[in-house]
C-alpha cells in the first residue's frame, strides 16, 4: 500500500495515541483521532478484500468439476479449492492486522530475499528491497490483496514482515515507524507507534502489546502473532532442515513458539510440506483441543494432532500395566531385545530349491542360497522388505537358469508363478518367516525361551519374568494390550517395514516421553525434522527426561540445537518466585523462570473447610474477567465439582474447552500445558502424595496461573513452598 495511504503519526501524535490505550480514541488529539479512522477505513477495505477473495475461491470451487480434465484431477482441484475457502475464512472477533511498518524511503528496509515463500503455492508478496523505500505495510495473520493484487495486509510469515519483530533503535533494518494496534473484539480501537528513527522503542513498556499479553483468556488458546518476542521469532522462522529444542520455563510461549513455526514452514515450503505432512504430538486429548484453535487462526488447517497413544493404533488399549512393568516395557533396552528376536527368526538354508515349472525342473544349490539371505542381512532392510528381497533373488536365480535353456527371457506371468509356487514359499518360510508385530510381541511374552534369548544380558531373569506377567490371551487378538504394550508393538512394526514419515513434526511437553516413545515418533520423523517442546522442570512421568541430549538421541536428532527460554510473558512473576521455590527439589539443571508481568496476585491461606473455602474463592474470581481453574488431586476432582454445582456455580471438565462455563474443575495429572486467568490450587499435600514425582507435578500446577494463584490448604504445605 503507498505510503500517502494512511500516513505515519509523528513524535507527538504517539504520545497522543499511544498511552491513551485501550481507550477507543477519547481525548486523543485531532490528527490521532484522523489516523485512527484511516487505519479503521483501511481494516474495512480489507475485510471486504478478503471477502471477495473468499467468495471468488467459493465460486471456483462450484464450477471446479466442469473444468478439470478427469476426475482424478476434479477431485484434487476439489480438494485444493475446498482448503483454500476454508483458509480465507476470516475471524469477526479477532483483528486483522495487528501491525505496520512505515520504510525509510532513503534506505529501503528488508531481507536479501524476496519477499514471498520460496515455494509455489503461497500467496505473493512484494518482492525485494528496491520495492520497499518509503512504503507503508500493514502486518497480519493472513495475506489479503485488492482486486490490482496489491497487498492490503502482509502475511506475518512473509520474510518482509519479520522485520515487525527484529527491528530496534540499535538496529532499524529501514524501519522509520512501527505501529501497534489495540483491538476489542474484531474493531480497532487505538494504535500506538515507535519511532525507531528517533531513538524511541518502548519494548515492554508498550501498553497494546502488555494489554494483549495479559488480556483474559477463556477457552482455547490463542495464537501470539501480535505479540511474537525477537527471541521466540528465531525459533519460529529456523530453517525446515534444523531440528530444535526449546527448553521453555513456564509461560514462555513455548508451546505457541511450536505451532507457530509448524505455520511458518507450511507457509515457506507450502508443496513439499503438502506432501509429506506436519504432525503436532501433545500429551493428551484435552492439551490438543486447547490448542486446536491456533493453526486454522493462522490459516493453517491440514495439520494432523495426536498423542502419541493416538499414534500408535495397531491395537486396542484395554489394559492397565503396574506401574514397575509399564517403567520397564519403557526402558530403551526393549528395542535391543526386540531387534534380536526379529533376527532370530532368520536361519540359514539347509536344503537345496527345487522348482518345476510343468517343463523344466529348475535347481538351486545351498551356496548361492546362503549368499542370498547373508546379502540381504548385510543390507540392514526391514524384516518384511527382506523377506522380499530374498524371494526376488530367488526368482532371479530361477529366471538366469531359464534364459540360459530356453535363449530367452520368460515372461511376468512365469516369475510371478516361480515367486509363489510352493518350494519357494516353503524355502521363504524356513530361512525368512512372515512375521506379525502383534504376533512376535505374544510369543516374547508367552514363551520364556524365546525372551530369554533375546534378553540375554540385557535382561535379568527377574525383570524377563515381570516382563512376561499379567494375563495374555492364547492368541495375539485374544490379548489385552496396555498403553506401554502398543509402543513396543509399534518397534516392531517399525523392524518390519518403514512407517510413513512426515516433514516436520512438533513434540511438545516432551519432557515425559519414555525413550521407547521417543523412538516411535523418530520413525515418523526419520526423513523431516522436529520441534522439540518441554521443560524438564515439569517432567511428572516415571520414565521423564533429565537430559534433552537423551531424549535427541531416541529421536534420531543428536546434533539438534537447545535452546532455552527461561524470560516468561504470561504467568506473573508472584506465581513464578512462589513456583520456584520447589526448583531446588526437582532435581534438574534448567535455570530458573523469570517473568517481566507485575501484575499478578498471590494468596496462600489455611482453612478449614477445603470445599467451602473453593467456593467462596470461585465466587470472587468470577468477579473479575477471565477463565478460572480449579485444580486438586485427581480423587478429590468430583466432590469440589458437586460442592460447586451445589453452590449453583457451573462447571467444565478439562475436554469442554468449547463449553460456555467460566469454571473448570481438573485433575492435577490433566493439567499440563493448559492456563487459566485465575487458578485455585486445592491441597497441595494430597497432590504430592499422589505420585513418586509429586513435586514436579506440583510445579505444573502452580504455574498455570496468568493473572492470580490461590493456594487452599488444611494440611501443612510441602516443605519446599513452607520456608517462604
Keep these: ?55 471468488r475461491a467459493e465460486a471456483l470451487y462450484a464450477t471446479g468439476d466442469r473444468v478439470a480434465g478427469d476426475a482424478y484431477t476434479a477431485e484434487q482441484l476439489g480438494r485444493h479449492l475446498s482448503r483454500r475457502v476454508t483458509e480465507l475464512a476470516d475471524r469477526p472477533d479477532a483483528p486483522l492486522f495487528f501491525g505496520r511498518l512505515t520504510l525509510d524511503p532513503a534506505e529501503p528496509g528488508g531481507p536479501a530475499e524476496p519477499g514471498g515463500p520460496a515455494e509455489p503455492g503461497g500467496p505473493a508478496e512484494p518482492g525485494g528491497p528496491a520495492e520497499h523505500g518509503g512504503q507503508v505495510y500493514h502486518v497480519g495473520r493472513r495475506h489479503v490483496a485488492d482486486e490490482r493484487g496489491e497487498p492490503l495486509v502482509l502475511d506475518w510469515r512473509a520474510p518482509l514482515s519479520r522485520l515487525f519483530y527484529r527491528a530496534s533503535v540499535r538496529d532499524r533494518q529501514g524501519v522509520v515507524v512501527r505501529r501497534r494496534f489495540g483491538f476489542n473484539g474484531g474493531e480497532l480501537t487505538s494504535f500506538e507507534d515507535e519511532h525507531l528513527a528517533l531513538g524511541e522503542e518502548l519494548g515492554t513498556a508498550s501498553r497494546i502489546l502488555t494489554a494483549e499479553i495479559e488480556r483474559p483468556r477463556v477457552g482455547p488458546m490463542r495464537d501470539i502473532v501480535a505479540t511474537i518476542q525477537p527471541e521466540q521469532d528465531e525459533l519460529v522462522r529456523a530453517d525446515l532442515a534444523v531440528s530444535i529444542c526449546v527448553q521453555g520455563a513456564p509461560g514462555t510461549g513455548k508451546t505457541a513458539v511450536g505451532l507457530h513455526r509448524a505455520a511458518y514452514l507450511l507457509y515457506l515450503h507450502r508443496e513439499r510440506l503438502r506432501r509429506t505432512g506436519v504432525l503436532v504430538v501433545g500429551p493428551n486429548r484435552a492439551f490438543l483441543a486447547y490448542i486446536a484453535a491456533v493453526l486454522p487462526a493462522l490459516g493453517e488447517v491440514e495439520v494432523a494432532q495426536a498423542t502419541v497413544e493416538g499414534l500408535l493404533t495397531r491395537v486396542p488399549v484395554r489394559a492397565v500395566d503396574a506401574p514397575a512393568v509399564a517403567a520397564l516395557k519403557h526402558d530403551v533396552r526393549l528395542a535391543e531385545v526386540l531387534r534380536r528376536a526379529v533376527d532370530g527368526h532368520i536361519a540359514e538354508p539347509t536344503e537345496p530349491v527345487m522348482v518345476s515349472d510343468g517343463s523344466f525342473r529348475w535347481r538351486i544349490g545351498l551356496d548361492p542360497l546362503h549368499r542370498i539371505v547373508e546379502e540381504t542381512r548385510r543390507e540392514g532392510l526391514p524384516y518384511a522388505t ?7 533373488r530367488v526368482v532371479g536365480l530361477l529366471q538366469r537358469q531359464a534364459e540360459a535353456r530356453r535363449a530367452e527371457s520368460p515372461g511376468d506371468a512365469w516369475l510371478r508363478r516361480m515367486g509363489r509356487a510352493t518350494p519357494v514359499t516353503a524355502f521363504l518360510d524356513a530361512v525368512w518367516p512372515a512375521l506379525t508385530a502383534e504376533g512376535l510381541w505374544h510369543l516374547l511374552r508367552t514363551d520364556p525361551a524365546v525372551l530369554a534369548s533375546a534378553a540375554d544380558g540385557l535382561l535379568s531373569p527377574d525383570e524377563q519374568e515381570l516382563l512376561r506377567s499379567g494375563r495374555v490371551g492364547r492368541t495375539p487378538k485374544a490379548t489385552r494390550w496396555s498403553a506401554a504394550d502398543a509402543v513396543l508393538i509399534d518397534e516392531v512394526a517399525g523392524l518390519l517395514e518403514r512407517p510413513a514419515g512426515f516433514g516436520h513434526v512438533v ?3 516432551a519432557q515425559d516421553l519414555s525413550p521407547m516413545q521417543c523412538r516411535a515418533i523418530a520413525r515418523r520423523s526419520e526423513h523431516g525434522s522436529v520441534t522439540l517442546l518441554g521443560d524438564l522442570a515439569q517432567g511428572t512421568a516415571p520414565w521423564a527426561a533429565a537430559d534433552w541430549r537423551e531424549s535427541l538421541a531416541h529421536l534420531g536428532k543428536p546434533d539438534a540445537a537447545v535452546v532455552p527460554l527461561t524470560v516468561g510473558f504470561r504467568v506473573p512473576a508472584v506465581v513464578v518466585e512462589f513456583a520456584n521455590r520447589l526448583l531446588p527439589a526437582l532435581a534438574v539443571d534448567v535455570p530458573p523462570a523469570e517473568s517481566l508481568r507485575r501484575d499478578g496476585a498471590l494468596d496462600v491461606r489455611t482453612v478449614t473447610d477445603l470445599p467451602g473455602a473453593t467456593v467462596a474463592e470461585v465466587r470472587a474470581a468470577l468477579g473479575h474477567d477471565g477463565s478460572v481453574g480449579v485444580i486438586a488431586a485427581d480423587d478429590a476432582v468430583a466432590g469440589l465439582r458437586a460442592a460447586l454445582t451445589d453452590a449453583g456455580v457451573a462447571t467444565s471438565t478439562a475436554d469442554d474447552v468449547e463449553a460456555a462455563e467460566r469454571v473448570t474443575v481438573v485433575a492435577a495429572t490433566d493439567v499440563k500445558g493448559l492456563e487459566y486467568d485465575h487458578v485455585v490450587v486445592v491441597e497441595p499435600a494430597a497432590i504430592v502424595a499422589a505420585e513418586p514425582r509429586g513435586l514436579h507435578r506440583l510445579y505444573v500446577v502452580l504455574t498455570r496461573a496468568v493473572s492470580r494463584l490461590t493456594v487452599l490448604h488444611t494440611a501443612p504445605l510441602p516443605t519446599p513452598l513452607a520456608g517462604g
Design 507 to 509: 513434540v511438545d511437553e
Design 1 to 55: 500500500m503507498p505510503a500517502a495511504d494512511v500516513a505515519a503519526t509523528g513524535p507527538a501524535d504517539h504520545l497522543a495515541t499511544g498511552r491513551d490505550h485501550p481507550a477507543a480514541g477519547r481525548d486523543q488529539p485531532a490528527a490521532g483521532q484522523r489516523h485512527l479512522a484511516a487505519e479503521q477505513a483501511h481494516l474495512a477495505r480489507s475485510r471486504a478484500a478478503l471477502r471477495r477473495m473468499r467468495e
Design 386 to 392: 527382506g523377506r522380499e528381497r530374498v524371494r526376488a
